[in-house]
């Protein structure tokens, strides 16, 4: 129900698929700024998003990994046609839910979609609470391939020689890895010797680099005090559920969401899944939902607040716009009729 965020390694992430390639087209340090608005959910982001497009001529750019998603719609609480208010929007819509998201495929298409806003002459503006698909788009991160059949083969032998004895092969080969990954992490230990395979490059050069690959990136976040984020939480997952969470689930489930890795286990979603099988009444799921709901918001506090570029903005705050256009560096309004 509620957008995901990514809180952990770089072994834990999506690798890149065999048609994506890093892209650097979002870097533009002469035209118009990047702006990116995150944070927590139910803290506005959307709402702001528009407002700021409306008054810098610009467009949006989903970053809710969720959102990317057709017919997950009210448990994503994905902004309305009426709500985005004639704004262009951009990445919303683009699997179905039986796919799999891709944070490499995201960087691309992003980054091109970026490129696309300013060669029409308006602003980019990223809105999400996904922390490592904004990372992916504004940052210098680069995602390592992957190859079914060299896992395999490492695999393997981590079952007949032992983890330990594959560790000694990293220590030997990449000893910047060795020393940050248990001798017993099977896990990563293959995923390093797997890089190292086929990049010859060490494991720790895909590390992400807190650097904006455009230097005109501005980062936006929105900051709520706790029992107010709690309270809106909880209105905002009885309106779903009032608005038809349930049928859009049921929809889905015939498109094929229990097939889907990804969005079945959806906050919202999979409670719903529950409620549709019997196992669980619609109060616990409500219940249930609030609760995972504000354990992710922790963990989109806890993402967000380390990245020390972001600018943090009071969001029920009454000149919360003007503050955030004061942080943008004061651009000029574009008038509406520029827009076709």
């Not at 994506?20 to 139910?42: D, E, H, K, Q």
């Not at 691309?108 to 602003?123: K, L």
């Not at 709520?224 to 939480?233: A, D, N, S, Y």
């Not at 286990?265 to 719903?272: D, H, L, N, T």
Request: charged share 25%; with cysteine.
């Amino acid at each position: 129900m509620i957008p995901l965020t990514f809180v952990g390694r770089l072994d834990t992430m999506p690798v890149m698929d065999a048609t994506s390639r890093r892209s650097g087209t979002a870097a533009s340090p002469s035209g118009a700024p990047l702006i990116a608005v995150v944070g927590a959910t139910a803290t506005g982001k959307s709402d702001l998003a528009v407002r700021l497009a409306q008054r810098l001529d610009g467009e949006v750019i989903n970053a809710d990994a969720l959102q990317l998603y057709r017919g997950m719609d009210i448990g994503t609480a994905k902004v309305t046609a009426q709500e985005r208010s004639g704004i262009p929007h951009h990445l919303l819509d683009v699997l179905e839910v039986t796919e799999e998201a891709s944070v490499s495929a995201y960087q691309r298409d992003a980054r091109a979609v970026i490129a696309a806003i300013r060669e029409r002459g308006r602003v980019p503006i990223m809105v999400g609470g996904s922390g490592l698909y904004v990372r992916a788009a504004l940052d210098d991160i680069e995602f390592p391939p992957t190859d079914p059949a060299v896992r395999a083969r490492l695999e393997t032998r981590v079952i007949e020689e032992g983890p330990t004895a594959l560790h000694r092969e990293l220590a030997a080969n990449d000893p910047e890895a060795a020393r940050t990954i248990g001798e017993h992490d099977a896990r990563r230990i293959v995923r390093a010797l797997e890089v190292g395979e086929l990049t010859g490059r060490p494991f720790t050069a895909f590390l992400p680099r807190p650097v904006h690959v455009d230097p005109r990136t501005i980062q936006l976040g929105l900051r709520l005090e706790r029992p107010q984020l709690h309270e809106r939480i909880a209105e905002r997952v009885h309106r779903m559920v009032d608005q038809g969470l349930l049928d859009e689930i049921r929809n889905l489930r015939v498109r094929g969401l229990d097939r889907g890795l990804t969005a079945r286990r959806a906050i919202g979603y999979e409670q719903g899944l529950a409620v549709l099988d019997g196992t669980m009444s619609c109060a616990q799921a409500i219940e249930a939902t609030i609760v995972g709901t504000r354990r992710l918001v922790r963990k989109q506090d806890t993402w967000f607040r380390r990245d020390l570029r972001v600018h943090w903005l009071d969001a029920a705050g009454e000149a919360l716009l003007a503050e955030a256009l004061a942080r943008v560096g004061g651009l000029p309004a574009m008038p509406r009729s520029t827009r076709p």
